[in-house]
């Protein structure tokens, strides 16, 4: 009952200026196409795709995990074209350098004989970026794009060289196969605004994949908004209001779950808890979820379902914990029942 009085004390009405609201109908109209439009082409996985279009609204970048052949591939494609976006793919391999990523001068000699360098872009240069299996690189390579993803620039040559606006990546895992892998650091990690599981889909769902994908025709997506639109509504999303009620909840959510503030009986298990990049994350997120949900201000239920995307991949358990079966999952479900 108390949750629900908070949730409904974070949805009441809030004063909101003409513009905002007139910004926020236009914004919910072309969300609710994107999401039509994707779901034509990808079946079974509307949680993965609202959380994905959660991410890019946010301004933020995804890590998707889930097993090959769940169609993340096909969902940034989709993306791509239904937000107006720019987009490209790399494929991480062990032997991938930052050059490939990056790009890199080229000396080239003009007509008159005098030589230049000239600098290549690559393929990061793109408004969103596919990292494929992005743990398969080395170290070297992951630490040249996350740079890339936190500063919205690369330097080459002591050059620098913006990123195209707006610029997001999702980011690709595989948690099986895990031989020859180079596991993200939790510093690195903790620069992905969410981390999305991808399932496995429903029977009826992949029953409509077998006879939609397997046919001679195969939909193709059109744009619901452009690369403005997209950034209009980002910088819409940080115009939201966000009752109180809704603030204490992210900051009791993300406190209780750091060794040493919560309760005992959660954070023992906890080696480190996340920092106030989950806060932020969450306070941004909530705000996009409320208008991929259909509406103007983020409840207490928000919170909620997007506690585990955004503190999943900010903590992580003992040792001990581990040994006795706990996982990161359970841990932040407990938690997010102490939030009522």
Do not use: C
């Not at 990056?102 to 007509?111: A, C, F, H, P, Y």
């Not at 992949?206 to 403005?228: F, N, V």
């Not at 209780?256 to 959660?266: C, D, I, L, Q, T």
């Not at 207490?300 to 990161?328: N, Q, W």
């Amino acid at each position: 009952m108390a949750a629900q009085a908070r949730a409904n004390e974070s949805t009441s009405p809030i004063d909101l200026d003409t513009g905002i609201v007139e910004a926020a109908e236009a914004a919910l109209s072309a969300i609710g196409a994107a999401r039509k439009e994707i779901g034509q082409v990808i079946f079974g996985q509307q949680k993965v795709v609202d959380l994905s279009l959660v991410t890019l609204l946010s301004g933020g970048h995804g890590l998707l995990v889930g097993v090959p052949g769940l169609a993340k591939t096909k969902l940034v494609e989709a993306m791509g074209t239904v937000l107006g976006l720019a987009a490209r793919r790399v494929q991480f391999t062990p032997d991938l350098m930052p050059s490939d990523i990056l790009g890199s001068e080229v000396l080239d000699e003009s007509s008159d004989g005098k030589r230049h360098f000239r600098f290549i872009k690559g393929p990061v240069f793109a408004q969103l970026l596919m990292a494929d299996e992005i743990n398969r690189a080395s170290p070297r390579t992951q630490s040249a794009l996350l740079q890339a993803m936190q500063e919205h620039h690369v330097t080459v040559a002591g050059e620098r060289y913006d990123l195209p606006a707006p610029f997001h990546v999702l980011a690709t895992q595989n948690p099986i196969e895990q031989e020859g892998t180079y596991p993200l650091p939790e510093a690195q990690l903790d620069r992905f605004l969410l981390e999305i599981d991808v399932g496995y889909p429903d029977r009826e769902a992949e029953r409509r994949i077998l006879l939609e994908t397997t046919g001679a025709a195969e939909y193709k997506p059109s744009p619901a908004m452009t690369s403005e639109t997209l950034m209009s509504i980002q910088r819409l999303v940080r115009r939201l209001p966000v009752g109180e009620a809704v603030v204490d909840a992210i900051l009791d959510l993300v406190r209780s779950a750091r060794p040493g503030e919560g309760e005992a009986s959660v954070t023992d298990k906890l080696s480190w808890g996340p920092g106030p990049r989950a806060s932020q994350s969450l306070t941004l997120a909530v705000r996009a979820r409320a208008l991929v949900e259909g509406r103007l201000a983020p409840s207490v239920d928000d919170v909620a379902a997007l506690a585990i995307p955004v503190l999943k991949h900010r903590v992580a358990l003992t040792f001990a914990a581990r040994a006795d079966g706990e996982t990161v999952e359970g841990l932040i479900g407990k938690l997010v029942e102490r939030l009522g």
